[in-house]
């Protein structure tokens, strides 16, 4: 064993010598020790989710929760302990139950997600005393030796010492052309195989590895782009942070100042009006429906990576699938051997052929594992040379002398010109639903970037794998909720369209072969026009899912190869399955743990669950808050009295807006999402918005005109507002179910009995004759207020969505 110098370190750390260990034998247990006690370890340079200590922190130190104990301080200081009035502290009884539920769901989540993320955590193959042992990757140590395969993704910088791998580096350079290893050649943590295997050394773990010195890089640059929806939350809540403060201060000044009512009271209507504009609930809702989908999805054996990628599910109009491992089962078989010229080579001289050939070559994928099982035969001779098959160029090789090489693959790739002589019986056995290989005697070297040299077709290999029992349920449901599926391999484009027949996916009939696509455009119009995409290669992928992104649709690609990968990271949601490739599985937003695609439904429908109720809640709070706003607004500028106290606004929350949403939003919704999320929930809210401020309004008015008294003031604003939230959550409980009118019943009877039987407790006065005709007047009003006003904003949104689409078609 020699000793050298190391020649980079980014960690502080006691220096330690490289050794270089024997491939076969590999550390001892002693100095894989050593390098673990002096930090040599290939340790994670941060957690895979939050700490505990993150999910505190996140739910108690933010903006808003500041600005909520700033209130609470200002109305205990102007309200009495014995006062029934500290119900205006029901706000932050809310606030505080808010951050006790997000903490808890995250902590359960994250609970859930750590033990899948365990479970799905891709073990290293390291050489120690002579043994193969699979370690989780943290414990690996420097100077290690690792063994690679096709399909591995490089965990930390290494070079290899024994054995030739194809390595990908597009994820870590952005050029997708394969890379010949061979020893003495680095392999880049990050970068992924696509065949051959190695033994290799590990020269850089932890923070020194080249992938982790880009993860720390990336900190610094611009994060993945947001979902719509939280996208609109969060500069929604950025908006009203910049007003609330200066618009708290100008309705305190009014209050005290201008209208000279009593300081407690005017500190309390001014606490009112700035809880009302804040939707602390909306974003509450939105945190724990969108942890509970988590969760549930968790509980069906799939993890998110990001918790965001729900809402893209929910609005995915195309599905981009593999054939294997998607449409059919991943297990591989040999159907059949046919000699192309039997009078020189007949079956039984191509399957010995062939078991030399498969003796020759690593089991590094489905079809060789195949092809090994199938042409078990003895071994005639041994290859002096070997190229592993790779999806860049379609077909592999085996030398045995310096005249005898052999090549396997696609038939198009190795006839060329010649296809066409062969084609009438290669589409015969596509058209059965076979994989169709082609194995020639080659005349040329292995080492030729084509098979330009002169070469005699043997015989056809038939490999199928058989369709899954539940795929056409699967993509059944697909074509009912408006999905279209896309079928993209870098098989025949027959074979592809007769698999994709019989799992029923509709317009299975539209194939084409993507050779033929031969620049963008050609990928662009054809994206729109086929479904079945056959030999495709992995930039074609990537290709075809930009095109399909640019036509305007939301696209989720799922994936279980290395040759997914590149489509997998350019799709708005990428879905991989636990068996498939390491790689495909470490940039997918989804995982599938029990790789069964059969499980996509209900992944797609736990995702629109959750937007759509989100979507159908977020209305009702932002009915306070528009309302809030503009009446602020109003009274500021006309210096009219705020006619709520807080603890009426909570009143009013609690059965028009909290209870409804959080039942509403556990409900099933299976739409798919469509239209921008604010747009939507906006246009939703605007009706009952505007009826509450033309009624308060009307109120104030009245209070004004006849000198109405202050408490008959807030108690006839406060029956306006729980009436006008009522029919707010009528009009979102339509249709009604049996769990909605049992909704609307008990959220109209509880707000009946506070408002009658406890208005003590909600700052509630006493009416005379004179107050109860004026609230019975703007009662009476609400519901056809309302309702025309319902139907004038639809009709407004429907003429604006015309001349916008009237308007793209003249573009």
């Not at 030999?535 to 994936?559: C, D, F, N, Y």
Request: neutral net charge; aromatic residues 8%.
């Amino acid at each position: 064993m020699l000793f050298r110098k190391q020649e980079t370190e980014n960690v502080e750390r006691p220096y330690l010598p490289v050794l270089e260990a024997s491939p076969a034998a590999g550390l001892s247990s002693a100095d894989a020790a050593l390098r673990a006690e002096m930090g040599y370890r290939n340790d994670p340079v941060e957690p895979p989710t939050k700490t505990v200590k993150q999910i505190i922190a996140s739910n108690t130190l933010t903006f808003f929760n500041f600005i909520f104990l700033l209130l609470a301080v200002c109305v205990i200081a102007v309200t009495d302990w014995k006062d029934p009035d500290l119900l205006n502290l029901s706000f932050l009884i809310i606030v505080i139950v808010n951050a006790v539920i997000g903490i808890f769901q995250e902590l359960r989540s994250k609970k859930t997600l750590d033990k899948l993320t365990i479970l799905s955590e891709t073990k290293a193959t390291i050489i120690r005393d002579g043994v193969m042992l699979e370690l989780p990757q943290e414990e690996v140590v420097r100077d290690d030796i690792a063994v690679f395969s096709a399909g591995n993704q490089i965990f930390a910088d290494a070079v290899v010492v024994e054995g030739e791998v194809q390595a990908n580096e597009s994820l870590v350079t952005g050029e997708s052309d394969e890379i010949r290893k061979k020893p003495g050649d680095a392999l880049l943590s990050g970068s992924f195989l696509i065949g051959g295997t190695c033994r290799a050394r590990i020269t850089a773990v932890g923070a020194d590895s080249f992938v982790s010195r880009l993860t720390m890089e990336a900190k610094k640059s611009k994060k993945r782009r947001e979902p719509e929806m939280m996208r609109s939350l969060n500069s929604l809540i950025k908006w009203i942070g910049f007003i609330v403060i200066p618009f708290g201060i100008a309705m305190a000044v009014k209050e005290i100042s201008w209208l000279s009512r009593d300081v407690p009271t005017g500190i309390l209507s001014t606490v009112a009006s700035i809880t009302g504009m804040i939707p602390e609930g909306l974003y509450f809702l939105t945190s724990v429906a969108l942890a509970t989908g988590a969760a549930r999805l968790a509980r069906k054996k799939t993890l998110l990576h990001e918790m965001g990628c729900i809402e893209t599910l929910a609005r995915v109009d195309v599905l981009c699938a593999d054939k294997t491992g998607t449409i059919t089962e991943t297990k591989m078989v040999v159907e059949d051997v046919v000699p192309l010229c039997p009078e020189r080579y007949t079956a039984d001289d191509l399957r010995l052929i062939m078991a030399d050939y498969v003796y020759a070559m690593q089991n590094d994928n489905d079809t060789m594992a195949a092809m090994k099982k199938y042409f078990n035969g003895t071994v005639q001779q041994y290859a002096i040379g070997s190229m592993p098959f790779t999806s860049a160029k379609k077909y592999g090789g085996v030398s045995f002398h310096e005249d005898e090489t052999y090549l396997l693959g696609a038939p198009e790739m190795l006839l060329g010109p010649e296809y066409p002589k062969y084609e009438p019986v290669i589409s015969q056995y596509s058209a059965k639903g076979c994989r169709v290989l082609l194995l020639v005697n080659y005349d040329g070297s292995l080492s030729d970037e084509a098979p330009t040299a002169e070469k005699l077709p043997l015989g056809l290999i038939l490999l199928s794998n058989k369709v899954r029992p539940e795929a056409p349920d699967t993509f059944r449901f697909f074509a009912e909720q408006g999905v279209q599926v896309k079928v993209i391999s870098g098989d025949n484009p027959l074979t592809v369209s007769e698999v994709a027949k019989r799992a029923e996916i509709p317009g299975a009939e539209k194939f084409v072969d993507a050779r033929t696509l031969q620049t963008d455009s050609q990928i662009y119009e054809a994206a729109e026009t086929y479904t079945i995409f056959g030999r495709v290669t992995p930039e074609q992928k990537r290709k075809l899912v930009q095109a399909l992104k640019k036509q305007g649709h939301t696209v989720a690609m799922t994936g279980d190869g290395v040759n997914d990968v590149l489509a997998l990271k350019a799709a708005d949601c990428s879905i991989a399955v636990a068996s498939g490739s390491d790689v495909a599985r470490q940039v997918s937003d989804v995982v599938l743990m029990n790789s069964n695609f059969a499980n996509m439904p209900g992944v797609v429908s736990e995702g629109r669950r959750v937007i759509n109720n989100i979507q159908r809640s977020a209305s009702l709070y932002l009915v306070k808050n528009i309302f809030s706003f503009v009446l602020a607004l109003v009274t500021v500028f006309f210096a009219l009295p705020y006619p709520f106290a807080p603890s009426q606004i909570g009143l009013v929350n609690c059965f028009t807006i909290g209870i409804p949403a959080f039942i509403l939003a556990m409900e099933p919704n299976f739409a798919r999402t469509e239209g921008k999320f604010l747009t939507n929930v906006l246009w939703n809210a605007m009706p009952a918005a505007l009826t509450d401020v033309i009624l308060i309004i009307g109120v104030i008015l009245f209070y004004l005109a006849f000198g109405l008294a202050e408490g008959a003031l807030s108690t006839i604003c406060t029956a306006v507002m729980g009436l006008v939230g009522l029919l707010m959550v009528h009009q979102t409980c339509k249709p009604y179910t049996k769990l909605r009118i049992a909704l609307m019943i008990t959220m109209s009877v509880g707000f009946l009995v506070c408002f009658i039987g406890f208005g003590k407790w909600f700052s509630l006065s006493p009416l005379g004759w004179q107050d109860l005709l004026v609230m019975a007047v703007l009662l009476a009003l609400a519901w056809p207020l309302f309702n025309g006003l319902t139907r004038l904003l639809q009709k407004l949104r429907k003429k604006l969505r015309q001349l916008r689409e009237k308007r793209k078609k003249d573009e």
